[in-house]
């Protein structure tokens, strides 16, 4: 404890900066498994299309909406750039 303190000075900016590169990792993560997630339900709603499960009607319904969602997403990281 006391040689935390007596180091406080010297090492509490190199922790705050490891801190923060934390939580910009964390944030990139956060965004690649939403892109990643909305892709593999693209593919899911494709499968269910091509096998007949769901009518085209539902299908162009919901393929716009994750297409849309992808495309938000795409917008954000390039904004955030």
């Known amino acids: 404890m006391l040689l935390k303190l ?3 000075p010297v ?3 190199i922790e705050g900066v490891a801190w923060i590169a ?3 990792l964390e944030q ?3 965004s690649t ?5 909305l892709q593999k339900q693209l593919l899911a709603l494709q499968l269910s299309f091509d096998m007949g499960d ?3 009607e539902e299908f162009v319904a919901q393929e716009e909406e994750i297409l849309l969602a992808l ?4 917008d ?3 904004d955030e750039d």
């Open 6 to 8: 007596l180091f406080a």
């Open 33 to 37: 498994n939403d892109a990643e997630s």
């Open 71 to 74: 495309q938000a997403l795409e």
């Open 76 to 78: 954000d990281e390039d």
């Open 22 to 24: 934390d939580k910009v």
């Open 54 to 56: 769901i009518p085209e």
């Open 28 to 30: 990139a993560d956060v």
């Open 11 to 13: 090492l509490g900016p």
